[in-house]
């Protein structure tokens, strides 16, 4: 990359970090497209590896205190893990703009029942039937686009868990993915040393976006929370559609 792409990629890694440290989700939404659009959706997946497992473990670690009962969580991020080594071949193999395109349809959707139904959640003994097969699939897509929100984010926000529960379940969630990840990208020629190098270099612009976005989730309402994380959804919706009819 030039060394003005450089520039603009890091500015977008503070960005994405101001998203993550505010909700815990929104750095891959900021950083994987502008690197698509730079390079292709396999560089911008890989560089973002590294500062995703770093960014990740800090979030599990500050937040371990405050995670939902039972094994909720662990489950979700067992689950991930598995989708993400099918994703991860799925990745070097085949393209999925179909399947994508549907989903951004149907977070669309979903965003609009939320905005005439703002108080509704699901279930919670609905919720633990379904995160398994939600980890799951989001996973997949983690493996294969490098964004599971289609699916992870809209699913947790469908269940309505504190800010310090979501960020612990997200932050294990692409923790536990990003491990399975490198050694099947590498396996399959996706990582290499010049993009674990850019990877590297991206910790600290991200990190410097953590440390601003924490600052500012302090002040956060759970209603002013909950319309942040649609509004996420919204700009990632969009943003696969214009992938899939525009390029």
Not at 74 to 97: E, H, P
Not at 175 to 187: G, N
Not at 197 to 208: D, F, K, N
Request: positive net charge; aromatic residues 14%.
């Amino acid at each position: 990359m030039t060394t003005e792409h450089l520039v603009f990629v890091c500015v977008t890694f503070v960005i994405g970090g101001i998203f993550k440290g505010a909700t815990g989700v929104g750095a891959p939404l900021v950083a994987i497209p502008v690197m698509a659009i730079l390079v292709d959706v396999p560089f911008a997946v890989a560089v973002f590896l590294v500062p995703n497992i770093v960014s990740n473990a800090w979030q599990t670690w500050r937040f371990r205190k405050t995670k939902p009962s039972g094994r909720f969580s662990w489950k979700f991020a067992g689950a991930g893990m598995v989708g993400a080594g099918v994703g991860t071949f799925v990745l070097a193999k085949f393209s999925g703009a179909a399947l994508i395109t549907s989903v951004a349809v149907l977070i669309l959707f979903y965003i609009a029942f939320r905005l005439r139904n703002p108080s509704w959640s699901l279930n919670w003994d609905l919720a633990n039937t379904l995160v398994i097969p939600v980890g799951g699939v989001g996973g997949f897509f983690q493996g294969s686009t490098g964004l599971s929100a289609p699916v992870s984010v809209t699913y947790m926000s469908a269940v309505g868990l504190r800010r310090e529960e979501f960020i612990f379940t997200m932050s294990l969630y692409f923790f536990a993915m990003t491990l399975v990840q490198i050694p099947v990208q590498v396996f399959f020629g996706v990582m290499d040393i010049e993009r674990f190098g850019y990877g590297i270099a991206a910790v600290a612009p991200l990190s410097v976006g953590l440390m601003i976005g924490g600052f500012l989730g302090k002040t956060i309402s759970k209603s002013t929370f909950d319309k942040m994380l649609l509004g996420l959804l919204g700009c990632l919706s969009l943003r696969l559609l214009a992938t899939s009819f525009i390029g």
